[in-house]
């Protein structure tokens, strides 16, 4: 299984952003996905997840109402909707993909390359 991600770039703060993760191989419908963020120095977090249906979703306390998580399983896609972008949203953003829903990085198994988001001030 291979995840490929894209969307990232540099954005004001306040505005929006949306990455992508499309995923190759395996059957995509089978894994939960979720994203990933890491900023300089600190360590990779978790920012929201969906399950294999689309039917559950949730966010970390940080992005809840301003970030919205979405599927398209005949795409073999997930999206990461980023809008009312603050400074501090700055990281790299990774997809994962494992086949239960679950906030720690150690639980998945399979990873994107990451895409910067840079939000300047």
């Known amino acids: 299984v291979q995840l490929q991600a894209s969307g990232g770039g540099l954005v004001q703060a306040g505005g929006s952003l949306r990455v992508s993760c499309a995923v190759f191989?395996?059957?995509?419908?089978?894994?939960?996905m979720a994203w990933f963020r890491q900023g300089t120095g600190k360590e990779r977090e978790f920012v929201a997840g969906?399950?294999?249906?689309?039917?559950?979703?949730f966010y970390a306390d940080s992005v809840k109402g301003r970030f919205a998580i979405s599927r398209d399983n005949a795409k073999n896609t997930v999206y990461l909707q980023m809008n009312s972008l603050k400074f501090e949203d700055t990281a790299v953003y990774y997809c994962?993909?494992?086949?239960?829903?679950?906030?720690?990085?150690?639980?998945?198994?399979?990873w994107g390359q990451g895409t910067q988001v840079t939000v300047s001030s």
């Open positions: 994962a993909a494992d086949s239960i829903l679950r906030r720690s990085p150690d639980d998945y198994d399979y």
């Open positions: 969906i399950s294999w249906s689309g039917g559950s979703s």
């Open positions: 191989g395996g059957t995509f419908s089978n894994y939960a």
